[in-house]
């Protein structure tokens, strides 16, 4: 019988100068980056949580805290990474995941190919796989202002 597990991720970081801006594992050129205990890749903090609930392994936070020092500055790729080890053992596999990306400056579109690509290399499936999106707050509230980048993902998981 075939197990087929949701999950569903949230990650937001302030945006601050001085800190570089990450998102799905791609450095983008911005004089307003990501402010957090990690280098705060608003896209795959998402996406680890989307996983770790899909397979009933709690959350990000639980398992990467922001209060331990070995964590301080580390790439979110390897967050990812030691997430995906967590699913895979739980005999899980990733069918497909859709994201969504909000954050008013810089355009995010340009670089999504490339998100796809170490995306789909770290959780071992097809570019195809990986769905990513990206949207604006039109000036509103704290992403249209600038103060802020916020990510979802929604992930299908499963096992035979």
């Known amino acids: ?3 087929i597990r949701t999950g569903f991720g949230i990650d937001i970081h302030q945006l601050a100068s001085g800190y570089p ?5 791609v450095l983008l050129t911005s004089e307003f980056g990501a402010v957090g ?22 959350d990000i936070g639980y398992h990467f ?5 070995k964590y301080k500055g580390i790439d979110s790729k390897i967050l ?3 997430t995906f080890k967590l699913v895979k053992e739980k005999k899980y596999k990733l069918s497909n995941l859709d994201a969504t990306v909000l954050l008013e ?3 995010v579109n340009p670089h999504i190919p490339a998100m796809q690509k170490i995306i789909a290399e770290i959780l071992e499936v ?7 999106k990206a949207t604006r707050g039109e000036k509103m509230g704290y992403i249209g202002h600038g103060e802020g980048i916020q990510a979802y993902c929604s992930v299908l998981i499963y096992r035979d």
């Open 65 to 69: 805290s922001d209060t331990d020092p």
């Open 80 to 82: 990812l990474k030691d």
């Open 1 to 3: 019988m075939l197990n």
């Open 105 to 107: 400056n810089p355009k």
């Open 21 to 25: 801006l990450y998102i799905g594992g």
């Open 37 to 58: 205990h990690s280098d705060a890749d608003v896209l795959l903090h998402a996406i680890c949580d989307a996983l770790l609930g899909a397979a009933n392994l709690r």
């Open 126 to 132: 097809e570019e195809d796989a990986i769905s990513i």
